[in-house]
Structures are given as structure tokens and as C-alpha cells.
């Protein structure tokens, strides 16, 4: 465990950092000129391009799970870069094409005010993809070598170069796209970085051995295809929500409170974003994958009960109000919308454990099928919510993040009774 633990904690303390950087970014909008329109266009626009960047988070597993050396690291590069060119050129139509008002004004419904907010943010996120594949690539040979520690540093230069972005753009864009500049600036000067370590600080792969297998690029497309769909389906639960806050009775503070509240739950979440990682290094044998379901549920646990401790109102108005700087009339909000975020850290925890072991086995249309129904589940409750109850505002985002987790982690729980994942945790070394 002393293994594991030395492996997970620079990885678990990076994503912390990660997270921390947007309530940073959330803290900056709250000191622009128009706080709330800010936040509202930041969050509608942050939840299309997230759909767009998502296939980049699914090349971080893609890459781990397939390098074994020089050469099988090279065809995991072009595999994907190719994917790159495509996400660059979708960024692009949605942002400097009619299609950008068909997505935001037509399907999710935001206003004109917002929508102008929008696109400003849209022309810088353009820059995500590229950034995020950049960092996925260069990090592969840093975690194989297990020098997570760099992942921390390096999180750390981003962390300090966005409090630095964040102190001084509202004052000279206070109505400008300052959420989505922040941010951007901090990704690229942690993919640069990442860059550098990968090729200055750690040793190079080695070359794989004349009797390796190797998998050819069609077989390595066959379980791309898939988890860059799943990763896609999970995301595209973010423009539902947003299109269910914006029909709630007050829609710009529902949208506001649900940016604050979130940027802030996944802080808590973010650690739960690495189990794949140990998994895939460590989940050799019955036993140590026993050890890691153990570990999983003990931090979903551990993670709940702190992120329940500021749904107290004195907790809450001080990190809300004081910490960030969240406007006065979007802090009840904000709260109450925390309390149903609170459970998410558990079910992702489950989800990213079980789903970690089918990905492990490469049984990758199980996962799939799992987002799918988590999606499935966010678009249902949410319209239902909405119907039924306008008045929930924020809190609707939340109560269906976590369902959606949550159904999620039970497809992933029972998949592994059909496939060789169930087998390998219950078999004998």
C-alpha cells in the first residue's frame, strides 16, 4: 500500500490543484463589472467546449494503456494527433460559424446578453484541445517511469501562473472573456512544461522486444473509436444541464450558483480522477486489486464527508462569500445546490474503480455503455426536474450530476459479472 500510496498522491494532488484553478477562475469572474452574466457565460460555454476537449481526457488512458515503449508510444502519438485535427476543426465551426447560435440560442437557450459572453469565451477555448492533447502525450512517459512528482510540480507552476492571470485581468478585461483567458493560460503553461519535463527530466522508453505484441493502428482504433465516444457522451451531460438551468424560474442565478457550487465540489472530486492511473500500474493480482477497491471506497467516503462539512451555513458563506468572492445573491443558491453535490466524490470513485478494470481488460463498449446511460440519465432528470420543480434553480445540475454518476458506477459493477475484469478479482494469484 506504501507503494501505491507514493504512486497516487502526487497524482491525486495535482488533480486537487487542477480543480482549485477553477475556483480561481470562478473568484476572477466575481470581480469583473458584471459578475453574474460573467459566470453564466463562462458556464454555457465552458459545457460546449468540454464536449469538444473530452475525446483529449480519454487519450490520457489511451496512451497509458497502450505504450510499452518506443514504438508503440509513437503510434499512440499519431493516433492521437489525428484525433487532434479533428476536435480543432469541430472547435472551430462552433465558434466562427452560424452553428455557434444554433448550439447556445436555439438548443440551450441562453440570452442574447449571455450569448455575447459566450462566444468571446468560445474564439479562446479554442486553444483547449490543443493544450490538453499536448499534456496527454508528454505525461505518458512520466507516470511509466512513476515520476508523478513532476505531475505536482508542474501543476504547480499552472496553479501560480492563474492566481497571477487572476489578479490582474478583471481589472483590465472587466468585461471581457476572463474566465476562459485564465484558464487557457494556465493549461498551456503546464503542456509546456510537461513537454519539457518528458524530455529533459525523464528517461527515455525503452524499445519493445522482438517477441512483444504489438498492436497495429486498425486494432488500436477499435478501442479509440469507443472510449472517445464514451468520454464525448459523459461530457455532453454539461449543455443539458445548462439547458435545464436556463428554463428554471431565475436561470442566470441558477446557472451563476451552479458554476460556483461545481468548480468548488470537484475540488473534492478531483482525487478520485487518478484511481484509473493505479489500476492500470497496480492492479496485477486479486489481491492488489482487492487493496484497491478497499482504497476506493474508503476515499469516496473520507471525500463526501469533508465536502458535507461547508453545507453548514457558516462554512458555506465563508468560502462562498469570503474565499471566492461569490456574489451576495447567488450564495443561498450556491449552498443549497453543494448539499446534493456532496455524494459525488463516492459514486465517482466507484465508477472510475470499476470502470478502470474493464478498460484494463480492454473492454472498452462496456464503459461506453455506462456513459451512455449516464447521459441517458442526466437528460431524463433533468427534464423532469425542470418541469416539476423550476424553482430548485442550481440544484437541479447536482442532484442529476450525481444520478448519472451514480447509475454509471452500477453498469460498471455489473458488466464486470460478464467479462474477464470479474474473473481477475475473484480468482486466486
Known sequence: ???????????????????????????????????????????ASHSVAKVIESPCYAMQRICLTFTQGKKSFRKVKNVTLMILGILVLVQSLATWTTLSKTIFVNLLGVSDEIYRGVIESMQIFVFWPVFSTMRSIYQTPIVMHRKTHYTTLNMLVRVVAMFVAASILPRVLPTGPVGAAILMMGLGVEAVLTFIVSKKAIPPLVDEGPDEPSLGYRGMFAFVVPLVFASIIQTLGGPMITGALSRTGNPATALAAYQVAMSYSLIFNAPTMNIYHVVVIFGTSRERLSQLKLFSVILGIFLTACLALTNLPAVGNWIFGGLIGAPQDIIPEAIRTLRYFSWLPLVASLAEFYGGVLLMQRHAFWVTLAKFLDVFTVFILSMLLVSLFPRLGGSVGAIVMVSGRAVEALVCYLALSRVSGRELLERDD
Do not use: D
Open 1 to 43: 500500500m506504501r507503494e501505491i500510496l507514493g504512486f497516487y498522491l502526487p497524482l491525486a494532488a495535482t488533480s486537487v490543484l487542477m480543480m482549485v484553478t477553477h475556483s480561481v477562475v470562478s473568484a476572477a469572474m466575481a470581480r469583473t463589472l458584471y459578475p453574474t452574466v460573467a459566470l453564466a457565460a463562462y458556464s
